[in-house]
């Protein structure tokens, strides 16, 4: 590349095991908003860290497949119902020089002058989340992008419920690379992947992933004050669940049989009964047919179950 610009072109083609390799030596743009706990579709820190140290999150390879079939498409219609003025050229990924721990795997770019445009589908029941403009963990990733590319700008463009074209210019937003996210890729890939130190977890099913050893830990008077709150949170439930289900004596005792419950002549609910859910006797099917019981039998995760001890044990 020529003296001035911020990156290296990385020479790899998408969704290769070359590619992948490169994507495993910093942080994605794309994975930028999970780093910075801002992930729309659940993706944490844990998952990303994992991805670097070589084990990936399963995803569905159908929605991989319809993102890279649907840009094609995109291109046509920016080319030819945008409106913009725009020379379009294959996207690439890129390294960034300043900050070698970021990199972009860019849609497209814009020749002249240069700017990368990212492409996205949307569900048609999920395309409300653009209503307001580019959704925030989208323009994190484009603000990656930038940090990236240098670019002043960034063209984002959705694909809603295969009939919906909507583009948004990005501007870039100096304060917020500066100041949140590169600090916070960096934390992450130095304190982190360099380090071989895993996140925290940031998810209950993370917290119950981690496998318990037979040992005590000293809380802290915050950490005490967590525990308390969820005593009492738990009581607060179990107290709400009895109340409502002695509302539905109540109720159940005024309305009898009746399916369809009315006020002031407008259906406002119903109460049927339905058939009992299917069960399975499976003490009975161990004991009649053992080796079928061994061979469809699966093991579910492990989890954590938090109990207060009671007054008397902690004495």
């Known amino acids: 590349m020529s003296a001035g610009i911020p990156f290296v072109k990385v020479d790899v083609t998408p ?3 070359a590619w992948e390799a490169e994507r495993r030596l910093s942080v994605g743009a794309s994975e930028v908003a999970a780093v910075m706990g801002l992930s729309a579709y659940g993706v944490t820190p844990l998952d990303v ?5 070589g084990v990936d999150r399963p995803f569905d390879p159908v929605l991989a497949w319809i993102g890279h079939q649907s840009e094609p498409i995109i291109e046509a219609w920016l080319r030819e119902f945008s409106g913009l003025d725009l020379d379009i050229q294959p996207g690439f990924m890129a390294r960034s020089v300043d900050h070698p721990y970021l990199h972009a795997s860019f849609d ?3 020749a002249g002058p240069f700017f990368p445009i990212q492409m996205k589908t949307a569900h048609q029941y999920a395309g409300h989340h653009w209503d307001e403009g580019i959704p925030t963990d989208i323009r994190v990733q484009v603000q990656a992008e930038m940090a ?3 670019t002043p700008r960034a063209l984002v463009v959705v694909w809603i419920g295969g009939r919906e074209f909507r583009h948004f210019w990005e501007p870039r937003d100096d304060r917020f ?3 949140h996210l590169l600090p916070a890729v960096q934390m ?4 982190n992947v360099r380090a071989k130190v895993e996140p925290p977890p940031s998810t209950l099913a993370e917290v119950n992933a981690i496998p318990t050893e037979e040992a005590e830990i000293e809380l802290s008077g915050e950490a005490f004050d967590t525990l308390e709150r969820i005593t009492v949170l738990n009581s607060d439930i179990q107290a709400q669940e009895a109340e409502r289900d002695a509302l539905k004596v109540a109720l159940g005792q005024y309305v009898g049989a009746a399916d369809t419950l009315t006020f002031e002549g407008r259906k406002v609910a119903t109460w049927r009964q339905q058939k009992g859910r299917v069960g399975l006797d499976t003490k009975a099917l161990r004991e009649a047919h053992p080796d079928i019981v061994r061979e469809f039998t699966t093991q579910g995760a492990p989890f954590r ?3 207060r001890t009671k007054t008397k044990e902690q004495k």
């Open 148 to 150: 990236v590319s240098g």
């Open 108 to 110: 497209r770019v814009n």
């Open 15 to 17: 969704d290769t095991p």
């Open 177 to 179: 690379i500066t100041n």
């Open 49 to 53: 860290y994992r991805q670097k140290m």
């Open 305 to 307: 179950v938090l109990r």
């Open 188 to 191: 992450f890939w130095d304190g």
